[in-house]
């Protein structure tokens, strides 16, 4: 299932440069709940095994909250046009949700997406989006995904220059009673060096009619 276009939160859906690919965001398929007294029958266990999971039809299977009550498992997908496979890029060992995924420009191998943490609980995100979340890359021809951030902060929209050497991104305070929307910065990954640089800091006490921080 394809995630709704109308979720700024999660939803992503680009094309790669080059025209050959198609990302987006879907909710990652889940085993059919049935019933231990549902009859299976040899031929169901033959072609469906993997898609049947008996007695966990009452299991509560936690979403993102109000307005994202159907976000449970979201996965960046990528579909290759020409060949019409998908590939599921998500990052080993982690428990998070995707979302905000961006292609590389000029590059339909390399992408860029944010993970959000869902231990211990997915608090929702509509109106307070303080969520710990982790900044990764990914190498979809060799299946390698790799962190470019901690996990303790909240990030959110990134962005390549035309040229893909630089990405940006915003990143807030995601520590428990922290405010919602507070100030943010703005960072920089030189793509080459995976180095990352503040551009823009938190400004805690903005001067007279001064630049008062991003928000």
């Known amino acids: 299932k394809v995630t709704n276009g109308d979720n700024d939160q999660f939803s992503s859906f680009q094309l790669s440069s080059d025209g050959t690919k198609l990302l987006y965001i879907a909710e990652k398929k889940r085993p059919e709940a049935v019933s231990y007294f549902k009859k299976v029958t040899n031929g169901d266990k033959d072609n469906d095994e993997k898609d049947l999971k008996q007695g966990a039809e009452n299991i509560f299977q936690e979403s993102w909250g109000e307005q994202l009550s159907t976000v449970i498992n979201p996965v960046v997908i990528v579909l290759d046009i020409l060949s019409e496979e998908c ?4 990052p080993e060992g982690r428990d998070v949700s995707l979302g905000k995924a961006r292609w590389l420009p000029g590059n339909n191998k390399e992408l860029v997406f944010v993970g959000y943490e869902n231990n211990p609980r997915k608090l929702g995100f509509v109106y307070c989006q303080n969520r710990p979340s982790t900044l990764f890359s990914a190498d979809i021809e060799n299946n390698i995904c790799t962190a470019l951030t ?6 959110c929209s990134p962005r390549f220059n035309p040229q893909g050497t630089k990405l940006v991104f915003l990143e807030r305070d995601a520590a428990l009673g922290s405010p919602h929307h507070s100030c943010a910065i703005l ?9 990352i640089s503040t551009v823009i800091d938190i400004v805690s006490t903005p001067k007279a009619n001064g630049f008062t921080g991003i928000y």
Do not use: G, Q, R, T
């Not at 590939?87 to 998500?90: A, G, K």
């Open 150 to 155: 901690d996990n303790n902060k909240h990030i």
């Open 87 to 90: 590939v599921l890029v998500e």
């Open 187 to 195: 960072k920089m990954v030189d793509w080459e060096s995976k180095k």
